[in-house]
């Protein structure tokens, strides 16, 4: 009798080492595993974690470099939205991991799988991620998750592989990292309660910067192009150049406490430089260049979108008309902002823009202006205000 086949995103860590072997052994699928690489992975990193899957008995592996298509296809529309959830965090792990579960249900289209699995625990957000996304592009697909289903204590797993002499690195990390183009978060013993900072030591990226610089990031309709005048053909690029500019200053790091989709708070560590620098770049560029109702409009709009795609729900079509209008508001999105790095954090200096609306040909705020009379403002604001001296008026006489 022919193997099934199962589609397994794999990273290569302890969860889905263990996926690979029961799926394969104890439940005799034909495994395939995906790497979707979303800015997380260096190319030796990658190397290794193929041949570990290789190693461990899979039929495929298969890695894919989404880190420009995770960037057109979230990431932008993040900056355009200037999203941060709870006004605080960049949407670092969650876009990135809608990203790879779209990337993995693709190729089990192209792999013609019977099954698709994941390593996700049934305590994180993850799994609802994953599983919303698959029931949604291959519903008629089995999802395995034997990590949540066998409720598997890290122990069990590596007991269970050693049984098997699967070789790897067992020692569990004192703190646990995950990188990606839109930043890195990190949990520890310090972020498990609601009260903590995590040390120095225990941020990927050290402080070796001390003295202050300026940077100029120049946007085009909305998008980071260039960085000190130095071009980039991509955003990608300009945003992994920017992170070694500002990530050594230290810039970025912060405590998230926020709503898992399965109802109970977390705290987690994340740093990110270059996405906060380049989102209050943005937004203070879009501040100059747009109109007091578009960016009221914009605020509530991607409020909305940060939080339903933190949520998963990247496929819902109402994104795509969020994006389309997010996307029309960046036509006048264009100029320079400067900011001025130091340790730990940032300042916005100023814009540069042929479509500033404070140009000085229309006045000057507090001091002069050339586009009305003082007559015209007495008029202006006894319309303005006409309602509400109505109202006033009639509630006094109806107190008498």
């Known amino acids: 009798m022919k193997s099934q086949k199962v589609v397994l995103g794999f990273s290569g860590g302890l969860d889905t080492t263990f996926c690979v072997k029961y799926l394969y052994e104890d439940l005799g699928y034909e495994v395939h595993s995906i790497i979707v690489n979303t800015g997380g992975f260096s190319e030796e990193e990658l190397k290794k974690i193929e041949a570990h899957a290789y190693k461990l008995g899979v039929k495929t592996h298969t890695t894919v470099n989404a880190v420009k298509d995770y960037y057109d296809n979230i990431i932008k529309y993040l900056v355009f939205g200037n999203v941060l959830k709870n006004a605080t965090y960049p949407l670092s792990v969650s876009a990135e ?54 409720q598997l204590s890290r122990e069990a797993e590596i007991i269970y592989l050693k049984e098997r002499d699967v070789e790897m690195n067992y020692e569990k990390a004192q703190y646990s990292i995950n990188k990606g183009l839109w930043g890195t978060s990190v949990g520890g013993k310090e972020t498990l309660s609601s009260k903590g900072m995590l040390p120095e030591e225990a941020w990927p990226t050290q402080v070796t910067k001390k003295q202050a610089e300026e940077v100029k990031l120049h946007f085009e309709k909305g998008q980071l192009t260039a960085i000190n005048d130095r071009s980039f053909d991509h955003p990608v690029e300009a945003i992994q150049y920017l992170q070694t500019i500002a990530g050594p200053f230290g810039i970025g790091r912060d405590i998230h406490v926020g709503d898992t989709i399965i109802g109970i708070k977390g705290r987690v560590g994340f740093e990110a430089a270059a996405p906060m620098v380049i989102l209050k770049s943005h937004h203070a560029l879009e501040k100059h260049v747009l109109t007091k109702w578009q960016l009221s409009w914009k605020d509530q709009l991607a409020q909305f979108y940060g939080n339903w795609l933190h949520e998963g729900q990247i496929l819902d079509p109402v994104m795509r008309d969020i994006e389309a209008f997010l996307e029309n508001s960046q036509q006048h999105v264009t100029g320079d902002v400067f900011v001025q790095l130091m340790p730990y954090r940032f300042q916005v200096i100023g814009v540069e823009s042929g479509f500033d609306l404070m140009s000085s040909k229309f006045g000057r705020y507090g001091e002069m202006n050339s586009g009305w009379t003082g007559q015209d403002v007495r008029g202006f604001s006894k319309i303005f205000g006409n309602q509400t001296a109505i109202w006033t008026m009639v509630n006094k006489e109806n107190q008498k």
């Not at 990337?103 to 991620?129: C, F, L, M, P, Y």
Request: without cysteine; proline residues 4%; aromatic residues 4%.
């Open 97 to 150: 991991r809608l990203s790879q579960a779209i990337h993995i249900a693709e190729h089990v289209k192209k792999v013609g799988a019977d099954a698709v699995a994941h390593g996700s625990t049934g305590a994180g957000n993850d799994q609802v991620r994953f599983d919303m996304v698959f029931h949604v592009m291959i519903p008629d697909v089995t999802i395995l998750t034997p990590i949540r289903d066998l």
